[in-house]
């Protein structure tokens, strides 16, 4: 969930800051659109290899930690034992039913018990590069393109305005369900990321106007 929010919010930034700077250095609409397009293709392929690579080095951790709490566990069983007994302790069970549970789920599965309850890690949340890289990459494109469609079927004389409405618009909306996924106020991250893409889209109309005054 994390990577496809990321994902869209990036997609509708950069995508939206390019359309609008290239179209203020008042070029033809169809090179706007083709700088839309391979953008987007870029884009996509670039939060993929991005998300692939940070998640598999979180991967390659919690392997690292997986291989060192086996072999703690085989080395000094008691020790590991009695960490899990303190605990079930400090969670607020009583020394003697915190050893009792402590026995019985290592008793279960010893290694998946340390790694639970000692390291927190769970197969609902291990790291996935390859589901994050997909993610991230549909999740970009998907919001990308309506900075374009938006530009394509806008009227010629308001195709910038356009374009800033409907990306700001489904900005407000991403970061709304980026703060509601994490129990933040909805309409304090809204704002948050209106504001950004704002700053980005003008400074990139900045940009775009200054270089297509100079020629270039």
């Given at each position: ?25 008042s070029v033809t609409p169809r090179a706007v659109v083709v700088s839309g397009i391979a953008g987007l293709a870029a884009g996509a392929m670039s939060m993929a290899v991005g998300e692939y690579v940070s998640v598999s080095s979180q991967r390659d951790v919690e392997e690292a930690d997986v291989e060192l709490e086996r072999r703690h566990l085989q080395e000094n ?140």
């Amino acid at each position: 969930m994390r990577a496809a929010v990321l994902g869209a919010n990036d997609g509708v930034v950069s995508i939206a800051s390019m359309i609008v700077g290239v179209a203020s250095a008042s070029v033809t609409p169809r090179a706007v659109v083709v700088s839309g397009i391979a953008g987007l293709a870029a884009g996509a392929m670039s939060m993929a290899v991005g998300e692939y690579v940070s998640v598999s080095s979180q991967r390659d951790v919690e392997e690292a930690d997986v291989e060192l709490e086996r072999r703690h566990l085989q080395e000094n069983p008691e020790y590991e034992l009695e960490e899990l007994t303190n605990i079930y302790v400090e969670r607020g069970l009583d020394r003697d039913l915190a050893r009792k549970v402590a026995e019985q789920l290592s008793a279960r599965d010893l290694l998946r018990t340390h790694l639970r309850d000692e390291l927190g890690f769970s197969d609902a949340h291990r790291a996935r590069p390859l589901q994050a890289a997909l993610v991230s990459a549909a999740s970009f494109a998907s919001l990308a393109i309506c900075p374009i469609v938006g530009f394509v079927l806008a009227p010629t004389r308001v195709r910038v305005e356009t374009v800033a409405a409907v990306s700001l618009a489904a900005l407000a909306a991403l970061g709304a369900l980026g703060a509601g996924l994490g129990g933040a106020p909805r309409l304090r991250g809204a704002v948050r990321v209106l504001v950004g893409g704002g700053l980005a889209m003008a400074a990139s109309a900045a940009i775009g106007r200054f270089l297509g005054l100079v020629g270039l």
